[in-house]
Structure formats: structure tokens, C-alpha cells
């Protein structure tokens, strides 16, 4: 049983698997923990929608890749043009081929919906890591407009995603990257 500090130190953006699918079973478990997330009001507003079939993960990649490069072509995305290149490579997979990829969705009349489904995804990342787990927010994978696709993942009209989250069995856990010191602004006391 890891210590909440190892839990912390473990809780790493994972984006090598290894060729070994997550039972539904126990995404379902996570799931229910992350219900265990603050929200505002206790709203619950959070909705999951889980894919583990590859091909359609795949598909999902496409569709969201296609529509973040519009959006760069039309100046209505401001990332780095660096992604632009990535994105435009056929072979790129923004959920790194993982096996399993969570969708959190919610209602767009939810106004603390983006932060609600943060602290959610918070919670699913942590409880990932604490069963062995490597999850990973792909905010490149979110762009899925096409109602039959989200009609697929059962996301009503009305509704967006906030963050896809991919799981899988890591091959490995990277040391964190470099924080700086917290940023105090000041200590009243
Ligand atoms: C809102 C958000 C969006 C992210 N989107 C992506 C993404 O699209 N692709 C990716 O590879 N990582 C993505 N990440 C992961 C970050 O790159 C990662 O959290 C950061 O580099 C720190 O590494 P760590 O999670 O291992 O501590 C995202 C993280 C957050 C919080």
C-alpha cells in the first residue's frame, strides 16, 4: 500500500503501455472513486464514457487531430505550431495507442464544469496510480464535434468534453519532471 507522498511522487503523465488491456472492470472501479471528487454544490455534473477497442480510439484520434488543424488553419487554436506538425503526421496517435481511453463529459449549462471535471480527472489519474496504473489528460483528444461520434459515445447534445484521460499498464514510471518551488505570494499571519 503506497503512502499518500508515494502516491504523489507515482502519479506520473504516462504514455508508454504495454500490450495488455485494463478489464472494464476495473476502469469501473476507478470510475467510482472519482465520484468520491469535490464539485460545486456537490453538482456531480461529471458523465465517463469508457473505449477500450482500439480501433475506434484510433478513429477518435483522427477526428480530433482533424478538427484541432482546422481550427489552427482558421487561427481559432492558439498551441504551439510546433503540435501542427505532429498533428499533421498520418501515424501520430494523440492517446499513444493506450488501450483504454475515459471521456469526461457534462453539460455545458454546468458553469464550474471544466474545473468539476478537473478535480474528477484528478481523482481517476490517482486512483490509476495507485493500482498500477499509468494515465495520462489528453487535451489534444477532446475535439470530437461530429455528433454521430459523440452520439457513439453516448454524450448527449448539449454536452462537451472536458477530458480524455487514457490508462493503461505503464512500461514504465518516469521520474517526475523538474517543479519549481511553490510561489508564495505572500504569508499574512
Ligand atoms: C489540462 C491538461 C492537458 C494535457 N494535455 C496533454 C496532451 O494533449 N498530450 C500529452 O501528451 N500530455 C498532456 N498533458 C500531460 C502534461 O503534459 C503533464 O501533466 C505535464 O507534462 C507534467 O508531467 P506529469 O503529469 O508526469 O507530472 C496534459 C495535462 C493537463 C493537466
Not at 478513429?59 to 489552427?72: G, I, M, P, R, T
Not at 493506450?98 to 463529459?105: L, Q
Not at 448527449?156 to 518516469?174: M, S
Request: aromatic letters at 8%.
Amino acid at each position: 500500500m503506497m503512502t499518500f507522498t508515494e502516491l504523489l511522487k507515482n502519479r506520473r503523465s504516462i504514455r508508454d503501455f504495454q500490450d495488455k488491456e485494463v478489464p472494464v472492470k476495473i476502469v469501473e472501479e476507478i470510475l467510482q472513486e472519482s465520484t468520491l471528487a469535490p464539485s460545486a454544490s456537490n453538482n456531480q455534473p461529471c458523465r465517463f464514457s469508457i473505449v477500450n477497442c482500439k480501433n475506434t480510439i484510433k478513429a477518435l484520434s483522427d477526428e480530433s487531430k482533424a478538427n484541432l488543424l482546422d481550427d489552427f488553419a482558421q487561427n481559432k487554436a492558439s498551441f504551439n505550431p510546433v503540435y501542427a506538425d505532429v498533428l499533421k503526421d498520418k501515424n501520430f496517435n494523440v492517446f499513444y495507442n493506450a488501450s483504454c481511453v475515459i471521456f469526461i463529459s457534462g453539460s455545458n449549462a454546468v458553469y464550474s464544469l471544466d474545473v468539476d471535471c478537473a478535480l474528477a480527472a484528478s481523482y481517476i489519474m490517482f486512483s490509476a496510480a495507485s493500482r498500477g496504473l499509468g494515465a495520462c489528460w489528453i487535451a489534444l483528444g477532446s475535439q470530437i464535434r461530429d455528433p454521430k461520434t459523440k452520439a457513439l459515445l453516448g454524450i448527449p447534445d448539449g454536452c462537451r468534453i472536458v477530458a480524455p484521460i487514457i490508462i493503461g499498464y505503464p512500461k514504465e514510471i518516469p521520474p517526475a519532471s523538474e517543479r519549481h518551488a511553490p510561489e508564495i505570494l505572500r504569508v499574512i499571519s
